[in-house]
Each structure stands twice: as structure tokens, then as C-alpha cells.
């Protein structure tokens, strides 16, 4: 039977026109990209990540989709955003969950976790 893969990539951007080192405030991005390299579609249902800063600080972003969509990407193809977690420490380690649908009969869900 066909089969959905994914690959998921996370880079990192430290934003310094939005952070001020004298107040503790640092800003980050991060871009993702969801690459199928399966032999089906696959559509993208919901994200849940969990971001800890070196202080302690932990915010935790989940719902439906990913920036407001809920993409379907064929084989082959793949799917990239970007959003910034807020202000963070100067270090964090963030962990995420996307559950994804196989385009197959049985629609099961599957989730990837990651840690960027």
C-alpha cells in the first residue's frame, strides 16, 4: 500500500532589530517545511509546539493547521511558513507535533515530532 513520508525542517533566525540585549529581550523566527516524499498526498490538521527558554519561560502554541491553513501537499511537493514565538531568553529549546492525514482510504493520523 501507498504510503505518506514526510520530512520536516526547522531553521532558526535571531531577529535583532526586534530584541534589545540591555532589556533581556531577544526575538527569534523559525522557518518550517514540510516535504512529502511519499507516494500520496498528505494534508497538515494541526501543530502543538512547546518552547522553553533559558529562564524558564515555556509557551506552548496549538490548533488547527499551521499559520491558518490546513495544506494539502501532493507528492513531491512540499510546504514552508514562518512565525516568531514571541520574546525568549537568549537560548531555547522548542519541541513541536504536526498531525498530518494520509490521502488514503483509512485516513489514519500520524504525527511527527521534532525538536529544532
Not at 527569534?28 to 494541526?46: H, P, S
Request: hydrophobic share 45%; charged share 15%; with cysteine.
Amino acid at each position: 500500500m501507498a504510503q505518506s513520508q514526510l520530512k520536516v525542517s526547522v531553521q532558526t533566525q535571531y531577529l535583532a532589530e526586534q530584541s534589545s540585549a540591555e532589556d533581556g529581550v531577544y526575538t527569534f523566527a523559525y522557518f518550517v517545511t514540510i516535504e512529502n516524499t511519499g507516494e500520496i498526498a498528505a494534508q497538515v490538521i494541526a501543530r502543538h509546539w512547546i518552547i522553553e527558554d533559558a529562564s524558564g519561560a515555556r509557551q506552548e502554541v496549538k490548533g488547527l493547521g499551521v499559520v491558518g491553513q490546513q495544506p494539502l501537499i501532493q507528492p513531491g511537493a512540499s510546504f514552508s511558513y514562518n512565525s516568531a514565538p514571541g520574546y525568549l531568553a537568549l537560548s531555547a529549546v522548542c519541541m513541536a507535533r504536526i498531525s498530518v492525514l494520509p490521502m488514503t482510504p483509512l485516513f489514519l493520523r500520524r504525527r511527527f515530532r521534532f525538536l529544532c
